[in-house]
């Protein structure tokens, strides 16, 4: 998964909706932490359940790679990790100002195992906010 600073311009697929980036979050780069409010990190995590723009792989957490590294096949490539968190897709949310917003599938899992703080207008999007029209939903 490629890293995105939180609220810079969206351009992981070219045609998509302007957005900013929310949540593409790298173990080489600091993230704000803190405690995320429970409704918000109870909606990501069902919206992560329901991602959309899925890739043909999974992208494991990285984080939780540090700690616990799946085995890997003869190529090198992972065997399935069940408990590793893995996301494929992304959740993309307008706000009630028109802002769009991608992030990974994986957001909930960043917020409640890593502590990842997403900033204030993402959180106010997940609490209100609808899903981006014109972004394929599942």
């Known amino acids: 998964m490629t890293h995105i600073p ?6 992981y697929y070219p045609g998509a909706p302007d957005a900013v980036a ?4 790298d173990s080489s780069m600091p993230f704000t932490t803190g405690v995320c409010p429970q409704d918000v ?6 919206l992560g359940a329901s991602p ?12 939780c790679l ?5 085995p890997r096949r003869a190529d090198g490539r992972f065997y ?15 706000g009630g100002d028109g802002t769009n917003f991608a992030a990974p599938a994986l957001i909930g899992h960043y917020v409640d ?9 993402f959180i106010e999007a997940v609490r209100v906010g609808v899903p ?3 972004v394929a939903q599942r």
């Open 52 to 63: 959309v723009r899925l890739m043909r792989g999974y992208h494991y957490c990285q984080f």
């Open 6 to 11: 939180d609220l810079a311009p969206y351009d």
């Open 132 to 134: 981006t029209p014109g």
């Open 113 to 121: 195992e890593h502590r990842y703080l997403p900033p204030g207008g």
């Open 66 to 70: 540090a700690v616990t590294e799946p």
């Open 80 to 94: 399935e990790a069940p408990d590793v968190a893995r996301g494929n897709g992304e959740i993309w949310l307008t």
């Open 22 to 25: 929310i949540g593409w979050l």
């Open 41 to 46: 990190r109870d909606r990501l995590v069902s």
